[in-house]
């Protein structure tokens, strides 16, 4: 259990609405990122920080903003919902960079009408 | 760029036999680790095992062991002594040593159906 929650679990929002998901984490690793998960697929990466404020983008970044200001937090954004970003989103975390292994959160389910 | 390629959509099983899952990839960079993540129905993303690319012997994790063949580019998961509750989809996924953070790219999943 590598000590990763996420909020909220599911959420049904409408187009045009403002969202926010939370990762918390436990054991202050300092590599955090969000994926999202679309019906048979595998998961793309969004955004990822590599400390505390420190962000980049991932592959599939338009629409999303992040934020990491404290170690154990780190906030997804989507500041105007669309229904193409129904989706299940997870959080993962690691404890370097490099080659060790991503531990993930149990994901939100967020739908968007 | 890196890729991770899983060509079986779909894969059946007979409870106590063994099944490979196939999973190629493709990269540039000479250092990368590859990894293997069980999705059960019920969602969460389950990490079975670990191969870097210098490693000299297939990695093993109990039932779970990574075929990996470096000149092929391939890293196939077999699962040895199926079980029912091994029912779920697999991902493969690759992480390189020479970014920031060492994002990884997943391949699209295999799921196996263990029948009784």
């Known amino acids: 259990d590598a000590g990763i929650t996420q909020s909220p679990r599911h959420k049904v929002t409408e187009t045009g609405t403002p969202v926010t998901l939370r990762c918390h984490q436990t054991?202050?690793?300092?590599?955090m990122y969000w994926y999202r998960q679309d019906p048979g697929h595998g998961l793309r990466l969004i955004h990822y920080?590599?400390?505390?404020?420190?962000?980049d983008k991932g592959e599939v970044s338009d629409g999303y903003s992040v934020s990491r200001s404290k170690t154990e937090d780190f906030l997804l954004t989507l500041e105007s919902a669309t229904s193409s970003q129904t989706s299940v989103y997870f959080c993962?975390?690691?404890?370097?960079?490099?080659?060790?292994?991503?531990?993930f959160g149990p994901g939100t389910r967020l739908t968007v009408l | 760029a890196q890729k991770i390629t899983q060509t079986q959509p779909g894969m059946f099983v007979q409870e106590k036999e063994a099944v490979t899952l196939d999973c190629t990839y493709d990269?540039?960079?000479?250092?990368?680790?590859l990894f293997w993540y069980k999705q059960p129905s019920s969602g969460e993303m389950i990490f079975l095992i670990y191969?870097?690319?210098?490693?000299?012997q297939n990695a093993t994790e109990g039932r779970y062991s990574l075929n990996f063949q470096k000149a092929r580019k391939s890293a196939n998961l077999v699962i040895s002594a199926s079980q029912l509750g091994d029912s779920a989809m697999y991902f493969c996924?690759?992480?390189?040593?020479?970014?920031?953070?060492?994002?990884?790219?997943f391949g699209d999943g295999t799921t196996l159906t263990v029948k009784p």
């Open positions: 993962a975390i690691s404890i370097a960079g490099g080659p060790d292994t991503q531990y």
């Open positions: 054991e202050n690793h300092r590599y």
């Open positions: 920080s590599y400390g505390v404020k420190d962000t």
């Open positions: 990269t540039s960079d000479p250092s990368y680790g």
């Open positions: 191969q870097g690319s210098y490693d000299q």
């Open positions: 996924a690759m992480r390189d040593f020479n970014t920031n953070a060492g994002k990884s790219t």
